[in-house]
């Protein structure tokens, strides 16, 4: 596998209901990011993580909860979601955070909830 | 605050037609970084380029082009003989640095739809 990937690719899932979005990336990268894009709204930034530390959490509800086991991991995991959380979930990877690298995405998780 | 317009929310042209897509920004910083980025219809951003502020020249890279003029605050971005395949949607972002963490503001994004 090469770049950045992103499982599962289409979720539909229920209101009550506990999902996680995982990322991987094969860049060697020690940053990564968790993006939300809704339709007509520009993109926006979740959480950023490098080297495994948080260290940005753009006021994301506590119903996302991101986890950084290690480098090349990330995880989002969703409970008790609303509908207005239905988006395109987005990974990115970069070489760290803090020095403005260009970013590499995955091609994203279509989230729905019901 | 920072901020990322793309006034062009939709643009369509015939293959081999050239193509700008306009960006501009608003930053307080004097150092900073502006990309592109392009979403095909599969849903993965491809980053384009990376430009730094302190370099104003422009850019070729085969059918792309890009005009960086800090006096105006725009980054655009031109596709020159278009093809189908370019066919996306095109994101300008502005990158807001500090110590441990980096924030890509993006733009709203302009569709590009190139007929043959």
């Known amino acids: 596998e090469t770049g950045v990937t992103q499982t599962p690719r289409h979720l539909v899932m229920g209101m009550t209901n506990k999902k996680s979005l995982k990322c991987e990336q094969h860049?060697?990268?020690?940053?990564m990011y968790w993006y939300k894009q809704s339709a007509k709204k520009p993109l926006e930034l979740m959480f950023v993580y490098n080297f495994k530390e948080q260290t940005e959490n753009n006021s994301v509800p506590s119903r996302f909860s991101p986890e950084c086991p290690n480098s090349s991991h990330l995880f989002l995991h969703l409970h008790t979601l609303q509908p207005e959380d239905s988006a395109l979930y987005l990974c990115a990877s970069s070489p760290w955070a803090g020095g403005s690298y260009a970013q590499y995405f995955g091609p994203g998780t279509r989230l729905t909830v019901t | 605050a920072q901020k990322v317009t793309q006034a062009q929310t939709e643009i369509s042209v015939v293959e081999k037609e050239d193509v700008t897509l306009d960006c501009v920004y608003e930053?307080?910083?004097?150092?900073?970084?502006l990309f592109w980025y392009k979403q095909p219809p599969s849903g993965e951003l491809v980053f384009l380029i990376r430009r730094n502020s302190f370099d104003e020249q422009n850019e070729i890279s085969g059918r792309y082009s890009w005009n960086f003029q800090k006096s105006t605050s725009s980054f655009n971005f031109t596709i020159t003989a278009s093809q189908v395949v370019d066919s996306a949607v095109y994101f300008c972002a502005l990158s807001e640095a500090t110590y441990n963490t980096d924030k890509l503001i993006f733009g709203t994004g302009t569709r590009l739809q190139v007929f043959p």
């Open positions: 860049l060697g990268h020690n940053a």
């Open positions: 930053t307080r910083d004097t150092t900073y970084y």
